[in-house]
């Protein structure tokens, strides 16, 4: 029992102007037993904890003197370091560790658990790869599909399943069953358990009954014009995974897959006026780096080096807006379609694109073929002098 148990009831009793013997009478026991609590020769049976609590309106916590606030602030410490380790290429291991340690000073903490599962899943994908390799179908289809066996090879990733499909059971935090969802979903479905993939998809809500589109439907004036803004941003990054996908895994026509970099190229710049794509660097990035990979196979080098020089000029846009949003209160995009937009430092951490970028072109298969390549040489020297200036 907490010695300090005593002095609050003595403090809160002095507090409400309540004598001894009326708090005694009200909890059925002597005055003399009040007294004994608040001289500290005695403690109050764990019985008369809650009725004491609730009497003066206080925690149980409070009674014995818990320090709920430290253990918070310490608790958003770690994950504080553990989004500034994020914010380094390839960390994952380190920010597991970290999850670990805190684990065993704050078990079964959500905000902890959920890091160590995201870390877990961030080193599968990082240092080993989601690889996929292809199926023939009897259409005559050749379609890229997750290498199953190699993705349940993973070191831990059973780990990272089994914390998020307990918080999925028994959190109430919203947004950890959501991240739990997502994840769960792409993990399951990389590891070939199709059937669970598609029962926990099928707990979210369709596309139409979003936040995002309710809220874009249903608010007015100014509130409207942002929250359309929003989904506006939404649908555009989802528009250029699927329409790529589509392009470079299923139609064959060379001319019709150039149509589309060249329409969602243009479509991006219309959006973000050219220059002002903030967040949205990586998505362009991303549009680049996939479309060298193409140029490529069809060995169109020059273009595909040209593609190269846009994807790394968006990686340290990207990084450049990463480190602005660190140290500035607010940044406000200037697109008449996203001015409503404002991004905080509160926005989830995000590791620098410039390591990433060096990583794929140090060791994609595609890349190391052309690393006799001046070219190739020029551009990589050029990203390791800025990452070694940041």
């Given at each position: ?16 102007d309540?004598?001894?013997?009326y ?26 904890i ?6 003066f ?32 290429w ?10 670990r ?32 390799t ?21 070191e ?37 358990e199709?059937?669970r ?8 809500d ?31 990054n989802?528009i ?5 996908f589509?392009?470079n ?8 897959i ?7 190229v ?78 905080t ?16 072109l ?29």
């Open positions: 029992m907490n010695v300090k148990i005593g002095t609050k009831i003595k403090a809160l009793r002095k507090r409400d309540i004598t001894q013997e708090l005694a009478e009200i909890l059925g026991v002597t005055g003399q037993a009040v007294s004994k609590w608040e001289s500290g020769n005695s403690y109050p049976d764990i019985e008369y809650a009725p004491l609590a609730n009497f309106n206080v925690t149980t916590d409070f009674l014995f003197d818990h320090d709920t606030s430290e253990k918070r602030r310490k608790i958003d410490e770690y994950c504080e370091k553990y989004d500034a380790i994020g914010r380094e390839g960390k994952a291991q380190e920010q597991i560790d970290l999850m340690t805190a684990l065993a000073e704050f078990p079964a903490e959500e905000k902890l658990l959920i890091r160590l599962a995201k870390a877990i899943d961030s080193k599968w994908g990082v240092t080993y790869g989601y690889t996929m292809t199926r023939q179908y009897t259409d005559g289809w050749d379609f890229p599909v997750w290498d199953y066996k190699r993705h349940r090879s993973y831990n990733w059973e780990e990272a399943v089994k914390i998020m499909e307990e918080l999925l059971a028994n959190s109430t935090d919203d947004k950890i069953r959501s991240d739990c969802r997502r994840m769960l979903v792409y993990i399951y479905a990389r590891s070939g199709k059937e993939a598609m029962e926990i998809a099928n707990q979210c369709e596309i139409y009954v979003s936040k995002e589109s309710l809220l874009a439907e249903a608010f007015d004036g100014k509130d409207a014009v942002l929250y359309k803004q929003k989904l506006l941003i939404t649908l555009l989802k250029r995974e699927l329409m790529w589509l392009a895994s299923y139609i064959k026509d060379k001319d019709v150039d149509e589309s970099v060249d329409i969602l243009k479509l991006n710049k219309h959006i973000y006026k050219s220059c002002d794509y903030g967040f949205y660097h990586h998505d362009m990035k991303e549009l680049y780096i996939n479309y060298s990979w193409t140029l490529f196979r069809q060995n169109r080098i020059d273009e595909m080096f040209e593609a190269l020089e846009n994807a790394y000029e968006h990686a340290k846009g990207y990084d450049a807006y990463q480190d602005e949003r660190r140290t500035s209160k607010e940044l406000k995009y200037t697109s008449p379609y996203l001015d409503m937009i404002t991004e430092k509160e926005r989830g951490a995000s590791a620098r694109m410039l390591p990433y970028l060096l990583k794929i140090e060791n994609k298969d595609y890349y190391k073929k052309l690393q006799d390549d001046p070219r190739y040489i020029e551009l990589v020297s050029r990203i390791k002098a800025d990452i070694a200036e940041a």
